[in-house]
């Protein structure tokens, strides 16, 4: 099955840090970028971060830059976002998603998505 399985989402305190991961199963993961993307309720979907094939490029919105960090283990097929610092406001539910480089940019595959909600 083609798919993305997001994980490591949870309920914190502001300024705390949760690392997420999603794994890539029945397509070539190191053939393709890879993007998170975050949805709060009631909200348009809100692009993060992405990360090249190779691991040289990353991009980062700048609302997040320096707190966000994208990364990925093509050996393991996981993409990760690491998140420090958390704040309210980045409470949402969390995807990745392929980026399709052929089709402009596109994330045409998604995961399910995997909560973080940031409270005290």
């Known amino acids: 099955e083609v798919q993305l399985l997001e994980s490591g989402g949870g309920v914190v305190r502001p300024g705390e840090s949760l690392r997420l991961a999603c794994v890539a199963s029945g397509f070539a993961f190191d053939n393709y970028p890879m993007a998170w993307i975050r949805q709060a309720p009631g909200k348009a979907p809100e692009w993060l971060a992405s990360?090249?094939?190779?691991?040289?490029?990353?991009t980062a919105r700048g609302s997040v830059r320096g707190r966000f960090i994208i990364s990925r283990d093509n050996a393991e097929n996981t993409v990760y976002l690491q998140m420090n610092t958390l704040k309210a406001v980045d409470t949402a539910l969390y995807y990745c998603?392929?980026?399709?480089?052929?089709?402009?940019?596109?994330?045409?595959?998604w995961g399910q998505g995997t909560q973080v909600t940031v409270s005290a």
């Open positions: 990360i090249s094939r190779d691991t040289s490029t990353t």
């Open positions: 998603a392929r980026v399709r480089l052929d089709f402009g940019g596109a994330h045409d595959l």
